[in-house]
Every structure is written in structure tokens, then in C-alpha cells.
Nanobody
Framework: QVQLVESGGGLVQSGGSLRLSCASS????????MGWFRQAPGKEREFVAA????????YYLDSVRGRFTISRDNAKKTVDLQMNSLKPEDTGVYYC??????????????????WGQGTQVTVSS
């Protein structure tokens, strides 16, 4: 069983920054793409960003491209999401997930097989 633990959420003013981190227990961490999703109240969980196994390719939701950066450290088995120029519409619970082999890079939550417990991000206007 793979365990993913997110950290780094919090309350920040519009225009501010936060860095989320996800630590994995997966001994095969470097073999899997990883992603970040978010869920706002009353909405479905949506894709935010994904990163390839080596970290050489990144994929983003259009509305966060240029503001968010996903990165990974395979030696430490972590995947981070640096979020800059935050907006109130970025508010939600952020989850990291492990992408299933062969799934679309900008897919849905069904394309991921393990999830963390989530970390709350609140951006005030």
C-alpha cells in the first residue's frame, strides 16, 4: 500500500505564495508520474499539474500555467507544487496522487490510483 502525505497548505492573501510538498512511501516512486489535484467546495476534484517519472516533463491546468511549478526529487521521494501569484479561485483542498501507467497526463482523478489526505489552501481577497 502506497502512502502519500501532503503538507504546506495554509491561509495566504491574494498575490501571495505557498509551497506544497507530498512525501511518498512508494519504493517504486521514480517509476510513476505524479500529479496534484484540487477540490473546491461543491466542485469535483480537478487536475492542477503533473510531472513525468524523471521530472523532465510537466503538465499544467491552463489557469495555473506560469504561476505554479511542479517538481520532484526521486531520491527523497517527494513531489512539490510551488504556487505563486495566488488568487481566491485557487482556494481548495489540494491532493497529490500517483498516476496509473499509460493514463493521460492531464487526466481525471480516475487516472490516479493512490491519494494523500489533502491539504487546505485558502486564498483571501
Amino acid at each position: 500500500q502506497v502512502q502519500l502525505v501532503e503538507s504546506g497548505g495554509g491561509l495566504v492573501q491574494s498575490g501571495g505564495s505557498l509551497r506544497l510538498s507530498c512525501a511518498s512511501s512508494d519504493s517504486s516512486f521514480s517509476s510513476y508520474g505524479m500529479g496534484w489535484f484540487r477540490q473546491a467546495p461543491g466542485k469535483e476534484r480537478e487536475f492542477v499539474a503533473a510531472i513525468s517519472q524523471s521530472g523532465g516533463a510537466q503538465y499544467y491546468l491552463d489557469s495555473v500555467r506560469g504561476r505554479f511549478t511542479i517538481s520532484r526529487d526521486n531520491a527523497k521521494k517527494t513531489v512539490d507544487l510551488q504556487m505563486n501569484s495566488l488568487k481566491p479561485e485557487d482556494t481548495g483542498v489540494y491532493y497529490c496522487g500517483r498516476r496509473k501507467f499509460g493514463s493521460p497526463w492531464q487526466g481525471t482523478q480516475r487516472d490516479y490510483d493512490f491519494w494523500g489526505q489533502g491539504t487546505q489552501v485558502t486564498v483571501s481577497s
